[in-house]
C-alpha cells in the first residue's frame, strides 16, 4: 500500500487525478487509509511484544529496545531528509527540519513507554491510559492546528503544523498507535480471541458505527458540552472516519490469517524489514541525498497506464531485494572488510605523501619570498 501509493501520488500527472473517476476515487480512499493502518499495527505490535517480556519497566527489554528504536527512527527520519549538494555548499533548507512519518513513529513509541512508566509506577490500568491518552490527542487536534507557533524555534514547530513542510505531524498519528496499543494488550492477555470470531466480529460492529454514525455522535457530544472541538472533528472528521476504516481492516486481516494457515516466509519477511523499504524507496523516489531519483525525472508527468506499470515494476524491484537481503547484506559487509582497510592505507600513504611534498613547496616559497625581500630592501 506504501509503495504503490507513494509512487503513483508523486508520478501521476495532475491532469489525471479526477476525484469523480471511480478508479481514481477508489486508489485515493485506499491510500488514505496506508498511515491509519501502520500507527495501529505499530502500536498493536509493540505493546503485545512489551507486555509479553513480563518484567519489571528497568528489566523489560522490549522498553530499551523501544527507547533505542525510537532514537534511530527520529535520526533516521532526519537523515532521509538530506541533501547533500546542498550540505557540502553550507545551505540550511527548511525541508531537512520536516517531520515524516518515522519522526511520529520514533514518538509514538516514546508515548507508549511512558504511559506504561506511568501505570507501573502509579498502579494504574495501562489499557485505561492508552485509551485516554489516544481520545485526547485526537480531541486536542483541532486546537493545535489553529494555534500560531511562529514563536516557537523552526525544527520544534515542525512536530506541531504542516505549514513548513511537515508531511505528518505526532498529533493525531500517535493516538492511532495508542488505541492499537489497547488490542495488543487485549491480545497479549486473551490470546485465543485472534483464533476466535468475537474479536473480528466486534472490530467490524465498531468500524462500521464509526463509518456511518461518528459524525452524529461528535454533533451531539458538541450540544452535549459545548466544546468546540467537537464541532471541529464533525465537520472535519477524518480522524474516527479513519480509525473505522482500521477496524474493519484489522479484522478482514484476522480472518485472513485464520484461513490462511502458512504463509509464504517472503511475505513474513517484507512485513519485518518494513524499515529498510522505507529508507530505500524515499531515497530512490524522492530524489533525496544526491538531488536524483524517480521524482527528478518524471515528477507529475506520466500517465496512468505509465504509473500502473511503473508501480509493478517498482513493487517487483522491492520483493526481489527482499528475496536476496541476507546476500545483499552480506556482500556488503564482505565488501565493506576487503576494501575499506585497503582504502585506508591507501589515503593514509597518499597522505603523507602529499604533505611532504606541501611542506616542501612552503618551505622553497618562502625562501623565495624571504630572497625576494631582502634583495629588494638592499
Known sequence: MMLQGHFTDTLLDVSYRDPNNLIYATWYFMRGMTAPIFFFASGLIFVFLLMRDGRPFRENERVQKGLRRG????????ILR???????SFQLYNGLFAVDVLHCIGLALFSLIGLYLLSRRF????????????ALVFFIEPTLMAANWDAVPLVLRNYLTKESGSVFTPIPWIGYSM????????LHRKPQLAFGQWLPAALVVAGLFLHYLSDKM????????????FYAHATNNYILFRLGHVFLAVAIFIWIAQLWQNIPKLLLRIGSETLVIYEVHYVLLYSTWFGIGLSTFWYRSLTPWETFFGALLFLAFFVMMIAHIDTIRSFNWQWFKRNVPVAWFWLRERSVFLWR??????IRLYRRLAYGYQKANG
Do not use: C, Q
Open 71 to 78: 532514537a534511530s527512527l527520529i535520526l533516521i527520519g532526519y
Open 82 to 88: 538530506m541533501s547533500f549538494p546542498r550540505l557540502l
Open 123 to 134: 498502579h494504574l490500568s495501562f489499557p485505561l491510559l492508552l485509551g485516554l491518552g489516544g
Open 179 to 186: 488505541l492499537g496499543g489497547i488490542l495488543g494488550y487485549i
Open 218 to 229: 461528535l454533533v451531539n457530544l458538541y450540544e452535549l458540552t459545548g466544546l468546540d472541538n
Open 357 to 362: 611534498v606541501a611542506r616542501v613547496k612552503a
